[in-house]
């Protein structure tokens, strides 16, 4: 059923964007829709795609998805052929309880740079091994919930790169920045144009270590300045 209803939403989006383009005019479709089945559909609007999901990038700015990730939510699924694009399961399952790993804090807003000046409101987690062996492939999943209309968005992301060495603190960056410890994110998500108080939840894993969750919430905003 949500196969079908996230199927009638592609179509309607490509559908108007198609309208659009064609200055209003209707039209008599020439294929039948696309197979969101297909990982790799014919697009039915014209237009860049650059994540090559089969979704034109004007339209995933209207269907909340990432332009430049096939796998918005991180489950393993094409977007079209994804039922719930932004909606990911946890997939994190650790049977050891060996403790090292803290999360110090979770920042949604008023995140600063190095030089202790501003920089722009993203999730940001600042982390430390308290043990005594290295950490090693990392991985997160975060759900954001708007505290109004309850709706969630939850995504999966392993973080290629990131250790800690024992005793080591760093921060954690989901930007777009494209620098290191800092990891993409969809930048057509609840975070950035949802203007209401939002909740974010995260888990953080290390592989053979406890994973370790935190909550924050974050204030009602300008939803593209990210400002309060």
Do not use: W
């Not at 995933?60 to 094409?78: F, I």
């Not at 759900?143 to 939850?154: F, I, K, P, R, Y």
């Amino acid at each position: 059923m949500f196969k079908k209803h996230f199927a009638l939403l592609v179509s309607a989006v490509l559908g108007s964007l198609l309208l659009a383009a064609c200055g209003g005019a209707s039209a008599t479709p020439t294929s039948q829709p696309a197979n969101i089945n297909n990982s790799k559909p014919a697009a039915t609007a014209s237009g860049p795609d650059a994540d090559g999901d089969g979704i034109p990038d004007s339209a995933e700015a209207l269907l909340g998805t990432d332009p430049n990730n096939a796998d918005t939510d991180g489950d393993g699924q094409n977007d079209l052929a994804d039922a719930q694009p932004t909606f990911a399961d946890n997939p994190i399952q650790e049977t050891s309880t060996q403790a090292g790993l803290k999360i110090n804090s979770v920042l949604v807003e008023n995140n600063v740079d190095a030089t202790g000046g501003g920089a722009p409101d993203h999730l940001e987690l600042q982390v430390t091994n308290t043990g005594a062996t290295e950490m090693t492939n990392f991985d997160v999943y975060y759900s954001t919930t708007d505290l109004v209309t309850n709706v969630v968005q939850a995504t999966y992301r392993t973080l290629p790169g990131f250790s800690l060495q024992p005793g080591e603190t760093k921060s954690l960056h989901f930007d777009n920045t494209s620098t290191p410890d800092h990891f993409s994110v969809n930048p057509n998500g609840m975070y950035y144009i949802d203007a209401n108080q939002l909740q974010v939840d995260v888990m953080l894993h290390a592989a053979g270590f406890a994973p370790q969750t935190a909550s924050v919430k974050k204030d009602a905003s300008d939803a593209e300045t990210g400002t309060d």
